[in-house]
């Protein structure tokens, strides 16, 4: 999967994207999320189309200096502020 990322920011290779994808979709025992799954929100780690993922909780010590404070609009942090973080086009 990471593959057919790769193959796909940089816009190339799109056959070979497919078949990476694909491959992933059909043996992957991954599910395509319905339309009702995906209007209920992306933020349950139990959908069954999430490839991975991770159950956050209080108790992990998530704080400001957390990825997810610098990243997670929804996480209470730095980004739920407007400190958006960026990166430079070049790299």
């Known amino acids: 999967m990471l593959l057919a990322y790769s193959y796909a920011s940089k816009d190339k290779n799109w056959d070979q994207v497919k078949t990476l994808t694909a491959d992933v979709i059909n043996n992957g025992g991954y599910t395509l999320l319905a339309k009702s799954e995906v209007l209920n929100g992306l933020n ?10 991770s159950d ?13 404070s610098q990243m997670d609009y929804f996480t209470y942090g730095y980004a739920s502020v407007g400190n958006n973080k960026s990166i430079d086009e070049s790299l």
């Open 44 to 53: 349950f780690i139990s959908n069954p189309g999430w490839i991975w993922g």
């Open 56 to 68: 956050i909780t209080i108790n992990d010590g998530v704080s400001l200096t957390s990825f997810f």
